[in-house]
């Protein structure tokens, strides 16, 4: 058939053509597991490495408490904070002997309960106490400050309680935490990490799919067939769509039963968005395949690419607001960013319109912007 007559073929025979190359690479994955590994196994051991082992919560904090003078308060105080899931206490007779396991790392914070404790809370006065905190981590010290103050205020009115007294406390905090109110950081990373393994799966899938088949010679052998280009590209994006979403469902699967992670939204706009993005990340392994036609250069760029800037700038581990303006600007062309809102979102406050279709729209952008660069990109010749 001449080049004239496959542009005047007609749509049943493009069918026909966009079949056959869907089921060359179909058999193409079966037959390297490797495409099978990143769409299913890399989501696995990533979901259960960032999961169990990532956290932003401080438990069982080894904290000093140092009572100059044993009484009747200092022990309940004690008693209390032994009580915290939150702090495996250490009790120590002098301040001295506790600032040294401080500096030896076997403590983080230190609890200063001095010889007036006791009489001052007999009288109702101020009763002097102290609190050290290791400072390296400054948004760890934070957190461990909350909570060195929960147990505190907790304790005083527990205390008041027993007395039958009032606490007079100043001000009155009512705490009212939306969205996750049990204040685990899984919830927060786990969505984010769906992100970025999603960035990560559909890189790797095209980019380093598409460098070795021209490594292998056969995308030399398919450019010389009367297929057209459009067709080459959507022979790649539909199969591997369709491993890639099923690398998803498994990771949504993981977030909800393994992770107790709640899905407050509806699953459909969670499909939607994911199914929105996946071709995002897609088009960029495309993308990179046109330059890099080696499978070890595809990896590197779609990690130093793709998975980094996901990784540090999409507000995943790194609130975005706190970094410099120009780094905030550049946040913008981070595909990952829009996706990693639409998924905290979709689990934990349910189907917020106005952040969800603000966010598919950046991502629908970005897909068009993108398949039209490979496509302009890609030529039927060899070079």
């Not at 949504?252 to 992770?259: E, G, H, Q």
């Amino acid at each position: 058939m001449s080049r004239t007559d496959d542009n005047n073929s007609g749509p049943a025979l493009r069918l026909m053509r966009l079949k056959g190359l869907m089921r060359k690479e179909a058999f193409q994955i079966i037959r390297d597991p490797s495409s099978i590994a990143i769409a299913f196994l890399l989501p696995l051991v990533l979901l259960l490495l960032f999961g169990y082992g990532v956290s932003l919560d401080a438990e069982h904090v080894p904290a000093g408490v140092v009572v100059e003078l044993p009484s009747a308060q200092t022990a309940s105080f004690t008693a209390a904070f032994a009580n915290s899931r939150y702090f495996d206490p250490i009790t120590f007779d002098n301040i001295h002997k506790a600032e040294q396991a401080a500096v030896c790392g076997k403590i983080t914070a230190i609890v200063w309960l001095r010889q007036g404790f006791g009489k001052d809370m007999l009288s109702g006065g101020a009763p002097p106490i102290g609190v050290i905190v290791n400072g390296v981590d400054a948004n760890n010290a934070r957190i461990i400050e909350g909570y060195l103050q929960g147990v505190w205020i907790t304790w005083l009115e527990q205390y008041a309680a027993s007395l039958g007294q009032p606490q007079k406390i100043p001000v009155s905090l009512e705490q009212r935490v939306w969205y996750n109110p049990e204040v685990r950081s899984r919830n927060f990373l786990v969505p984010g990490l769906i992100a970025i393994i999603m960035t990560l799966i559909g890189a790797l899938l095209t980019a380093m799919v598409v460098a070795r088949e021209w490594e292998r010679g056969t995308m030399e052998a398919l450019m010389v067939t009367p297929v057209s280009v459009r067709d080459i590209l959507l022979g790649k994006l539909i199969p591997y769509f369709i491993l890639g979403m099923g690398g998803m469902t498994l990771s949504v699967a993981m977030a909800v039963w393994l992770f107790d992670v709640p899905l407050r939204g509806s699953f459909l706009v969670l499909f939607g968005s994911s199914a929105l993005f996946l071709i995002v990340a897609l088009a960029m392994g495309l993308f990179i395949s046109t330059a890099a036609k080696n499978q070890f250069l595809a990896g590197q760029a779609a990690i130093i690419s793709t998975f980094l800037p996901a990784f540090m700038l999409s507000g995943f581990l790194f609130y975005i607001g706190s970094m410099p303006k120009p780094i905030q600007w550049f946040t913008h062309i981070v595909a990952a960013r829009y996706f990693v809102n639409i998924l905290q979102t979709v689990f934990l406050a349910g189907n917020i319109w106005p952040v969800i279709l603000v966010n598919c729209l950046a991502l629908l952008i970005m897909a068009v912007v993108l398949l039209t660069l490979v496509r302009r990109r890609t030529r039927k010749r060899l070079e």
